[in-house]
T-cell receptor
Framework: DTEVTQTPKHLVMGMTNKKSLKCEQH?????MYWYKQKAKKPPELMFVYSYEKLSINESVPSRFSPECPNSSLLNLHLHALQPEDSALYLC?????????????FGQGTRLTVV | AQKITQTQPGMFVQEKEAVTLDCTYDTSDPSYGLFWYKQPSSGEMIFLIYQGSYDQQNATEGRYSLNFQKARKSANLVISASQLGDSAMYFC???????????????FGSGTRLQVQP
């Protein structure tokens, strides 16, 4: 299994809603990432988890709250978002240690905030 | 300062021709990895090819090859025999080595949109 699975694929939410994005991998990777990608821009790093612990938060607003309940699962909890938060949210994982090999990406969640 | 620079916002190529997408990078780490990803309009990031900083030979994966010139800090992607399905956004990315996890996250260039014409 060499997949990173993200759900849902599309999400429309209001500014007062609370929703969660889910990311799952079963490759035994111990580093997981959330990226945000605005239209026609490259992905930008949001959070890094290493061994289920948050190691990097790239100054992301608190309305985005990550969670890593176990080594296979990564969530991104959303609350009180703004329309400018509409973007493609990509999850990725990579093996810790060893060669600097590829990161495996999920298909992304396309989020629209209305 | 930009760590990854892609100077071609858009490129056109005729079907069955070869095309080179440019990428230069900047790092002081001796250990790093360079990646190319393809992103079609569906949004998924598809891994194409990887080059490690200590690799002696240029990486190749099928129709993709990476022209790695370490002294010039360039890692250009060459796609041979272009196909219509190659039309997509292409990102060059780098992961710098080091003990901290954060330094292992990918940094992306701004991307090149490739359009293959019949």
């Amino acid at each position: 299994d060499t997949e990173v699975t993200q759900t849902p694929k599309h999400l429309v939410m209001g500014m007062t809603n609370k929703k969660s994005l889910k990311c799952e991998q079963h490759m035994g990777h111990r580093a997981m990432y959330w990226y945000k990608q605005k239209a026609k821009k490259p992905p930008e790093l949001m959070f890094v988890y290493s061994y289920e612990k948050l190691s990097i938060n790239e100054s992301v607003p608190s309305r985005f709250s990550p969670e890593c309940p176990n080594s296979s699962l990564l969530n991104l909890h959303l609350h009180a978002l703004q329309p400018e938060d509409s973007a493609l949210y990509l999850c990725a994982s990579s093996p810790r240690g060893g060669p600097l090999r590829e990161a495996f990406f999920g298909q992304g969640t396309r989020l629209t905030v209305v | 300062a930009q760590k990854i620079t892609q100077t071609q916002p858009g490129m056109f190529v005729q079907e069955k021709e070869a095309v080179t997408l440019d990428c230069t990078y900047d790092t002081s780490d001796p250990s790093y990895g360079l990646f190319w990803y393809k992103q079609p309009s569906s949004g998924e990031m598809i891994f194409l090819i990887y080059q490690g900083s200590y690799d002696q030979q240029n990486a190749t994966e099928g129709r993709y090859s990476l022209n790695f010139q370490k002294a010039r800090k360039s890692a250009n992607l060459v796609i041979s025999a272009s196909q219509l399905g190659d039309s997509a956004m292409y990102f060059c990315a780098m992961r710098e080595g080091g003990p901290e996890t954060g330094r292992r996250a990918l940094t992306f260039g701004s991307g090149t949109r490739l359009q293959v014409q019949p």
